[in-house]
């Protein structure tokens, strides 16, 4: 984003130090300008609040303005979170999920839960640095070390909990992930102001969920968004008994650190309507994070779409349909299963080997509210899978078996924490992993925005269609115009086709 100054971020990506751009930060406020929500919080030095830069109220004096990285930076200098713009709830920073260096990897494990769950010897542990390391470098650039980013993200699950289930306060701390109903109590304090029965009775609407396991939620984006695309590809591309079209929305079940759960997400004009069901409320963060990873919820599409446009080629493709989002996976061991058995197959055969595989190896489930009947199995679950029941060539047999097999031992590592370049590395050395293989799974898998599947064959024909080079090599070498967002660029060119992923269903629902 060309807003604001730019240096290099190490280990890849670019780091945009927001915070430090005074001047442009008060022009923003000033502005109430809700692009740059989630790239720097506001604090005000008279009232000790802090805001989001889009927040309703009259911006405050300059000389009270104070500007931070994170949400967890403002608490950890004594401010507390406005009522009114809530920034606690802002779409996430999107240079997590652009940059593959250490901080937004252990900012993208943070927000999976993994601090929660195994604290930050275990985020370092994952990152392959020392407790130090992480805390110095995380630090130094968002304002807070992970055990402080962690305490932010409880308090905004806390607060999710409160205001939309009338399950009983204790329950909501150890769903939370807070070790005391204490340590709930000050921390919801001291994060908003208000007791925990006060954020509940400041709840508007009050229509809690009577089901302890079951949450309607808003996932804020940063506009625009096209869902076409985005919702098309997930439907078009369904699983049979993992995931669904109906009623208007996209619907999958997940498997979680602590459980299982279903969710239903439907595109709305200002943000995604959420709906989670889960075996094990512990998991509503990892949960969230997963569902704003699969739908690319934090980019960035302003700086995307003026990069893209850049390119004549693109620019026409880009403003018929701005902030088109590249549709993910909430689980990267099954995309990289799936993407084998896609391989050199069409759309519908690629489902029919999924579905098979589902109702051989799946966890069964139950689905109040759909036709969802099994969790995609993990790769334990296919470490036994005999080569002879898969209706496919040898070599794709070959291709699955050797995947499951380094997924099993750890040989390939696609966690969201891990590290992109060496996740190439790691499926190139694997037999059957091409080009097209290694990039589709660096896209949606990893959440590469610079990924390119320069061999597709949608990618071909729309290269041609446009009078682009349609050679592998030539079509990169005139991608790199598009970098770092060739991820975008291949949504913009598969949408030129008349193909299901470019449009939402029309029908009611699919299965």
Request: with cysteine; charged share 25%.
């Amino acid at each position: 984003m060309s807003f604001f100054r730019e240096v290099s971020g190490g280990g890849g990506g670019t780091l945009i130090l927001v915070h430090e751009e005074t001047e442009r930060c008060i022009r923003a406020v000033q502005a109430k300008d809700d692009r740059f929500d989630g790239w720097f919080f506001t604090a005000v030095v008279t009232t000790r609040i802090y805001c989001r830069p889009s927040c309703p109220v009259v911006p405050p004096k300059v000389a009270n303005m104070r500007f931070y990285p994170s949400a967890a930076a403002a608490q950890v200098a004594g401010f507390r979170a406005c009522k009114r713009c809530r920034p606690d709830a802002s779409p996430g920073s999107p240079q997590w999920n652009e940059r593959a260096d250490v901080v937004a990897r252990a900012m993208r494990l943070i927000a999976d839960g993994v601090v929660d769950r195994e604290g930050v010897q275990g985020l370092a542990t994952r990152l392959g640095y020392s407790v130090r390391q992480v805390e110095r470098q995380v630090s130094a650039e968002l304002g807070a070390g992970p055990l402080a980013l962690a305490r932010a993200q409880r308090a905004e699950t806390a607060r999710l909990l409160i205001e939309t289930n009338a399950m009983p306060m204790g329950d909501i701390t150890h769903a939370a992930g807070f070790s005391s109903i204490r340590t709930f109590n000050e921390t919801v304090r001291a994060v908003f102001a208000l007791t925990p029965s006060e954020l509940r009775s400041r709840a508007r609407g009050g229509g809690r969920d009577k089901s302890p396991s079951v949450l309607g939620l808003r996932l804020p984006f940063r506009r625009p968004l096209c869902p076409d695309n985005l919702f098309g590809h997930l439907a078009a591309t369904a699983v049979p008994g993992v995931e669904e079209w109906r009623d208007g929305a996209y619907r999958r079940t997940l498997r979680l650190p602590h459980g299982h759960g279903v969710v239903s997400l439907r595109p709305e004009a200002d943000h995604i309507a959420c709906r989670l069901s889960l075996t094990d409320l512990r998991d509503l963060a990892a949960a969230i994070s997963r569902c704003r990873w699969l739908l690319d919820l934090d980019a960035d599409p302003v700086a995307v779409d003026e990069q893209l446009s850049t390119d004549p080629m693109l620019a026409q493709l880009v403003a018929a349909a701005p902030g088109r989002r590249v549709p993910r996976t909430t689980d990267p061991d099954e995309f990289a299963v799936r993407a084998v058995l896609g391989q050199q197959v069409s759309t519908a055969a690629a489902r029919t080997h999924a579905a098979r595989l589902v109702l051989a190896h799946g966890t069964p489930i139950e689905d109040r509210e759909g036709e969802l009947t099994h969790l995609f199995p993990a790769a334990d679950d296919l470490a036994a899978l005999d080569p002879e029941t898969l209706a496919m060539p040898k070599s794709r047999r070959t291709t699955l078996l050797g995947l499951v097999a380094a997924l099993v031992s750890g040989e390939v590592d696609l966690a969201v924490g891990g590290d992109w370049d060496r996740a190439r590395a790691q499926l190139a050395a694997l037999p059957g992993f091409g080009p097209w293989t290694v990039e589709s799974v660096a896209m949606r898998a990893l959440g590469d925005p610079d990924a390119f599947v320069g061999t597709d064959l949608g990618v071909k024909i729309a290269a041609e269609t446009l009078g682009l080079p349609t050679q592998p090599s030539a079509l990169r070498e005139r991608a790199n115009a598009w970098r770092p967002w060739r991820a975008y660029a291949v949504q913009h060119l598969w949408a030129t086709g008349d193909h299901p992923i470019n449009r939402i269903p029309a029908g009611e629902e699919t299965a």
